[in-house]
C-alpha cells in the first residue's frame, strides 16, 4: 500500500512542481522591468523572437530574454511584434513590452524644412534627419518643396518626404493661384512662385511681404528691372548655400538670367522655397505705389513712391551706417 501511495503521488507533486514553474514564470513575466524611466528605443526589422528579446536586454527594458520569448510563444503573439521605434513605459514588465511592439504607435520624428531654403539645402535637412532611409533619387525643382514640419517614423523613407513636401506646394500654389488679386500681372502659378521665392529672401518680418511684393509687382507692372539683390546671391551660389560675404558693385555685374539688375522680368525659376505667407503675399499684394526700398539695418525697410525719395533714404541710412549702402530695389 506505502508503494502504491508513493506511486500515485509522484504525478501530484510533479503537477505542483510544474504549476510552481508556472507561477515563478508568469510572475517574471508580468513583474516589473528594470528600466528607470520612460525611453525610445528601435527595433530593427528582420529581428527574430529571439532577437527582439536579445535587444530588450541590451535596452534594460527587460531582465531576461527567455522569459521574454517563452512568453510570446505562450500567447501565440510572435508574429504579431513589430519593427520600429517605440517608447517603453517606464519598469515596463515583459509581458507590457510585448503589447508595446504589437499595439502601441511608433515614435513620431519631425523634419522641418524651413521657408527660404534652396532645394539643396532642403535635401540636406532631410538627408540628416535620423530614422529616415534609403537615397533621394532626383533633386526636385528649385522652389517645388513646401517649407513645413514633416511627421515621419523610424524607417520610413527620404524620397517619402521629399515626394510630400513636393505634394503639398502643388497643392498649396494651386489653392492659393485661385485667391489671386485681380490685375497682378502675373501670368500663371509657376510665375507666382517665382516671385514669391524673392519676397522670401527680402524680408524676415511677416508684416512687410504684401508691401515688398507690391514693390516689385508695381515695377514688373512699369516693366522696370526688380533689382533685387537675392537673385544676384542665387546667380552666384546657385542656391548650395549662403554666400557669406556683402554683395559688391561687381557682383551686381554679373552675367546671369538670374542677376534681376540686367535682366528684365523675372528669373527663369525660384531662387528657394517660398512658405505660404510669401506666396499669399504675391497673390495679394499691399495696396501701395512704392517702387523702391531698402534694408533700414534692424531687419525692415524704408519704402518709396520715387527715385528722389528713394535715393534720400539710401544717403541717411549711408550717413547712420557710416558709408554702408545697399542695393535693393535701387
Not at 554666400?243 to 525659376?269: C, F, I, K, Q, W
Not at 528657394?272 to 525697410?301: C, E, Q, T, W
Amino acid at each position: 500500500m506505502r508503494r502504491l501511495a508513493l506511486w500515485l503521488g509522484a504525478p501530484a507533486l510533479l503537477l505542483l512542481a510544474a504549476a510552481a514553474v508556472v507561477s515563478w514564470g508568469y510572475a517574471q513575466f508580468t513583474g516589473p522591468g528594470p528600466l528607470p524611466e520612460t525611453r525610445a528605443f528601435v527595433i530593427d526589422k528582420g529581428l527574430s523572437v529571439e532577437g527582439i528579446a536579445r535587444r530588450l536586454v541590451g535596452f534594460g527594458v527587460i531582465r531576461d530574454a527567455r522569459i521574454f520569448v517563452i512568453g510570446v510563444y505562450l500567447f501565440r503573439r510572435h508574429r504579431a511584434l513589430r519593427a520600429g521605434e517605440y517608447e517603453f513605459p517606464a519598469h515596463a514588465s515583459a509581458e507590457e513590452a510585448m503589447d508595446v511592439l504589437i499595439n502601441a504607435k511608433p515614435v513620431v520624428r519631425h523634419v522641418t524644412l524651413a521657408e527660404g531654403l534652396s532645394a539643396v539645402e532642403a535635401l540636406a535637412e532631410i538627408e540628416k534627419s535620423t530614422g529616415l532611409e534609403g537615397p533621394i533619387k532626383d533633386t526636385p525643382a528649385e522652389g517645388s518643396l513646401l517649407p513645413e514640419t514633416y511627421n515621419y517614423s523610424w524607417g520610413d523613407s527620404r524620397e517619402g518626404v521629399v515626394r510630400r513636401a513636393e505634394k503639398a506646394m502643388t497643392e498649396t500654389l494651386a489653392g492659393l493661384w485661385q485667391t489671386h488679386a485681380e490685375g497682378v500681372p502675373l501670368d500663371s502659378p509657376e510665375e507666382a512662385l517665382v516671385l514669391a521665392s524673392i519676397v522670401e529672401k527680402e524680408t524676415a518680418k511677416p508684416e512687410e511681404r504684401p508691401r515688398i511684393a507690391a514693390v516689385f509687382l508695381n515695377r514688373l507692372s512699369r516693366h522696370m528691372r526688380l533689382q533685387s539683390d537675392p537673385t544676384v546671391v542665387y546667380a552666384l551660389t546657385r542656391g548650395k548655400g549662403p554666400l557669406g560675404r556683402p554683395l559688391t558693385h561687381a557682383d551686381l555685374e554679373t552675367e546671369s538670367r538670374y542677376n534681376t539688375y540686367l535682366v528684365d522680368g523675372l528669373p527663369p525659376t525660384p531662387i528657394d522655397n517660398p512658405g505660404k505667407a510669401s506666396i499669399a503675399a504675391v497673390m495679394r499684394p499691399a495696396a501701395s505705389d512704392d517702387l523702391y526700398f531698402v534694408a533700414d539695418g534692424s531687419g525692415g525697410h524704408l519704402f518709396a513712391r520715387t527715385l528722389a525719395e528713394h535715393n534720400r533714404n539710401v544717403a541717411k541710412l549711408r550717413q547712420l551706417q557710416g558709408g554702408a549702402g545697399a542695393h535693393k530695389a535701387e
